[in-house]
């Protein structure tokens, strides 16, 4: 931005304006617009600093509606607010305000508050500032048994770098580019994009023919090396490293290693960690469950074994003790077990969900077995008296969802088994 008050080559950044970095996440965004609306919302401040405080409040508006959509965000960050001068062919600012006339009134610019612009605005009186490049983002999927112990990736990434032999002009020395004729300069193009049936919708993107630059040459005046590309490919050996104890959602970042794009800082590129299912572990935060199968006798008797293999091959060993009787569903807690915590010795709990395994039917033909049994397990409980006995059949393999089927009542299919969870909520009047 000149001192004239007209809008130049110079850049505005709208992120220091609010405060956040280029990364910020639409979250971050929100929030920081949210901040700083209530700062310099008119009706907050006296009235000889409310026309200060309504362009103040306009500005970081504008800002917001910027950066917190996706495409406006893209625009903004490959063109700068050019993508939005309708004299150089842009759609102007959302709202039809002018952000650049705008920050001229709040910094002095063409007179209003005198003093020129901010430090990092640009101008002839702070450096410019270049744009920086898009973040390249992508998913990494991960085991559990990674995550466990941490692992160290290496792989080649081919990526764009500026041509080492025209320094990114895309010519010849000496050289002269002519203006696009496609774009007419603007370096931004707009097409129609379909969003439903019978319905498009104005679309404006980077132009292709002279990739955002506004500018390009003649055949015979293009870089050999690059053919007035600017930028040519690269492989390069990148490593990542997962820590131990990392989580589903976290980002490992690798600064400035997406593509280069002349005349912008190189962005990152971000691996968001996705945890694949474990068939054995289960996890929540730092915690890890499990299933403990036992038999029928060693939940009535005891046992001493290793009952799993832990995520580092480690095998875990239980002495249950007789006399101690585990009933399905119990839960066992081993301390110290569960998923290693960041930057720690420390670890997580590890809880082990009991699965009684109950023989199968007919599983011994031995009559004195069951004798055996009938003298060691606890007796069942008194007969019942009744006047009349009817002897009934009865199906084994009936499911709880059939009671009640379709008789519309709200306890049909076992509903009453949730009785104790609900205590002390709202329940349904019987009609």
């Not at 009817?390 to 088994?417: K, L």
Request: with cysteine.
């Amino acid at each position: 931005m000149a001192s004239n008050g007209t809008a130049d080559s110079e850049e505005i950044d709208l992120y220091e304006l609010l405060g956040i970095s280029k990364t910020a996440t639409k979250t971050e965004v929100k929030k920081a617009y949210h901040k700083a609306a209530l700062q310099h919302h008119p009706d907050k401040v006296a009235e000889e600093l409310r026309e200060e405080s309504e362009l103040k409040f306009k500005a970081v508006s504008q800002a917001y509606e910027i950066l917190y959509d996706e495409e406006k965000r893209h625009l903004y960050d490959t063109h700068g607010m050019a993508a939005f001068d309708p004299s150089r062919g842009g759609p102007g600012g959302p709202g039809g305000v002018d952000l650049d006339d705008i920050l001229a009134q709040m910094f002095g610019m063409g007179g209003g508050m005198g003093g020129g612009m901010p430090p990092g605005f640009g101008g002839e009186g702070g450096p410019k500032r270049q744009r920086r490049g898009r973040d390249e983002e992508q998913k990494y999927q991960v085991t559990l048994e990674e995550l466990y112990k941490g692992k160290t990736v290496k792989f080649a990434s081919t990526k764009n770098i500026i041509c080492s032999h025209c320094k990114g002009t895309g010519g010849k020395e000496k050289a002269k580019p002519a203006t696009c004729e496609r774009c007419k300069g603007n370096g931004v193009t707009v097409g129609l994009r379909s969003v439903g049936p019978g319905l498009v919708t104005q679309e404006r993107m980077v132009c292709d023919t002279c990739s955002g630059t506004g500018k390009i040459f003649k055949e015979k005046d293009r870089c050999k090396k690059c053919k007035g590309k600017r930028t040519t490919s690269e492989k390069k050996v990148l490593e990542i490293y997962i820590p131990r104890g990392a989580r589903e959602g976290e980002r490992i970042v690798l600064e400035g290693e997406a593509d280069q794009v002349p005349d912008q800082i190189p962005g990152d590129i971000v691996f968001t960690l996705v945890e694949e299912d474990h068939e054995i572990f289960q996890r929540a935060g730092d915690d890890l469950s499990a299933e403990l199968n036992v038999t029928l006798a060693e939940a009535l008797t005891g046992f001493s074994r290793v009952v799993l293999k832990h995520l580092d091959g480690r095998g875990i060993h239980l002495n249950h003790p007789q006399g101690k009787v585990l009933r399905p569903g119990q839960i066992l807690k081993v301390a110290g077990e569960g998923m290693p915590l960041k930057k720690s010795d420390a670890k997580g709990d590890l809880y082990l969900v009991v699965k009684v395994e109950f023989p199968e039917d007919g599983w011994t033909e031995d009559a004195s077995a069951f004798a055996d049994l009938n003298k060691v397990l606890p007796k069942p409980a008194p007969a019942i008296d009744a006047t009349e006995v009817d002897e009934v059949e009865y199906d084994s393999d009936a499911e709880i969802e059939d009671f009640g089927a379709n008789s519309g009542d709200p306890r049909a299919g076992g509903g009453w088994e949730d009785d104790d969870e609900g205590e002390g909520q709202a329940q349904c009047a019987p009609q």
